[in-house]
């Protein structure tokens, strides 16, 4: 018989038809949740051993939720002084780990293979989900590796289709703060915030990636703003936060998350 006409056919288009739908759906859901911030915003992080090694199994052993109380800190804290009417804006989980690797990114910007990676990453992601509590609004997949094996890491990436992302870190307790400022950075694209540095020299964008643009003089600044990702030193230099604290969130940033109008 020939496939054209067999039921199963039309029963496999409604089957994907209603997966497209509900996708499409639980993002709508996920994004007016962070257009309004009446509620706290549930992130859970899945922490997977990326190189296999003993140091990322032993340091992924160790974590806690506790471990990323830092980023709840500064949600708060940052809320607070943008005058939001929400105590937490952001709780975050951590899920028990996941054993299997998430598709590798597609190199360059092609709009097409983004949106497929995103697909199969989502695809992939509800397979593998290994968290058990109330379901997450935002879900990042944090990659550990061995710094002494790999000094230099992939890119991380936050999506907002989805609000779903895989962030590549060190399995190092020094790291800690910086792992933590990157996991933010990815969080905050899946919140809809755009990066804020240009790509040629890694230096933030003026005023946009600035905490301070108004400050005089202008260098150094004390913080980096959390999607420029360095702190100005000059007019040169610009260097890695090592922590939250010396993190925040700028006006534009604040805008593009519906914090202010
Ligand atoms: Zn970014």
Redo the contacts with the bound molecule.
Sequence with gaps: MPQRSSPWRWIRIAVLLFILATVAQSAWLARSRTAEWTSSLRVVIYPINADGSQVSAAYVGQLRSASFEPIEAFFKGEGARYRLPLRDPVEVKLAPTVASQPPAPPFGGNRLAVVAWSLRLRYWAWWNDTWKGLRPHARLFVAYYDPAARPRLPHSTGLQQGMIGVVNAFARADMDGSNNVVIT?ELL?TFGAT?KYDAAGNRPQFPDGYVEPNAQPLHPQQQAEI?AGRIPVSETRAEIPADMDQVAIGLKTAREIHWVK
Aim: proline residues 0%; aromatic residues 0%.
């Design positions: 950075h694209h990066d999607m």
